[in-house]
DNA sequence: TTCGATACCGAACATTATGTTCGAGAAAAG
DNA sequence: CTTTTCTCGAACATAATGTTCGGTATCGAA
């Protein structure tokens, strides 16, 4: 099933795949140009258009490779602390911290957009299987509620990202477990 | 105070963002190159880097003019409807509706980033004034909470632009306001 | 080890968009 | 009417993209 692959294929895009990342942690995605790439990876013109038709495509092509892992996060092991929660909360901050700069870079507040897109994306429909499960009788239109709590906690990781981690992930989780479950009325009456 | 500015640059600045704004309705705004605007506008292209560095220039010169809306909701007399909220649901959605197509374009899902972070940072701002005024007591970070009704809001008016408007004004305001105060689990135990 | 296939190189080229320059002409302000 | 200044258009420099092609190096399989 699995074909041999290029020996000369395989090197080719891990060097182009390892320049951008470390591209993309020095400096916006969108002032890297190609030719940055090429220099960094030591490869030909040529050659990478004969692999990809531009810099998304590599991008994107490499979101499925090992050294990508936010978009993995939530198939990591590791998720199972979050079980039964609606928001996945304490394995995405935990996970985010131990990339930090890749994160901040690809989902900080200068960070990718296509990137974040996808993610937003993937969020909502991991959002929308746990609501079924662990909720399924709240009664509001599901897409609203996935895409308010994917919106919620997007922006609450990229103004973390942004700030240098301000809480610990065993806090951020608390806290957002707390809004979304109880709710701002109940919160405010509780005071101390 | 106001000084008389030569009507030559006011017809020339008008023509510029007109242009822009029929160009932003109808294709992707990195899409649209000068060229586009210079030829909609019909204005030679040594004036326009005369008045602005670049497109984005333009596009910002232009959100503080009378016919770019989207920032100005805020402050519109209508906002007095959502008194007493913390967020303010009804007067957005109630002004998205007004100006579908313009809202559609703009903060849509294929919506220009540099509107949508500035909305964003707008919506974080207008949050934290309403949290401090009607909510005073609650216990967590002002910021996270800020951050967090920002992103959930910005997140569902883009879903709501995305699917021609599911629903209305008045059903969204409702529903959101539920989500915020209640929690989801009164949500799901407040059950018919 | 040999040999055929194919991936890489690099240099040149076409294309497209950006941003600048400058002098002539048109329009505004007083 | 005169002075000021805004606009025009055309040419130019720059920078990035994406393509082409023949020579060279590397791979995989016999």
């Not at 692959?5 to 591209?23: C, F, G, P, S, Y």
Request: with cysteine; hydrophobic share 40%.
């Amino acid at each position: 099933m699995t074909q041999k692959v290029d020996r000369r294929i395989q090197r080719t895009r891990q060097l182009l795949h390892k320049a951008l990342i470390e591209l993309i942690m020095e400096k916006p995605y969108d002032q890297i140009t190609v030719q940055d790439i090429l220099d960094r990876a030591n490869i030909g013109r040529a050659t990478f258009y004969a692999h990809f038709p531009d810099k998304d495509a590599l991008l994107l092509g490499g979101m499925d490779e090992d050294h990508f892992d936010i978009r993995l996060y939530l198939d990591e092991a590791e998720i199972a602390v979050d079980e039964g929660k609606l928001l996945p909360c304490y394995s995405l901050f935990r996970h985010a911290q131990q990339f930090y700069p890749l994160y901040k870079a690809m989902l900080g507040g200068n960070g990718i957009e296509m990137v974040k897109k996808a993610f937003h994306k993937h969020l909502v429909h991991a959002i929308e299987q746990r609501i079924k499960r662990y909720a399924p009788t709240v009664s509001l239109p599901l897409p609203l509620v996935s895409h308010y709590l994917a919106g919620a906690l997007m922006s609450l990781i990229i103004w973390w990202l942004d700030h240098e981690m301000p809480h610990s992930p065993e806090e951020m989780d608390t806290m957002v477990q707390q809004i979304v479950m109880l709710g701002l009325e109940r919160l405010s009456h509780e005071q101390s």
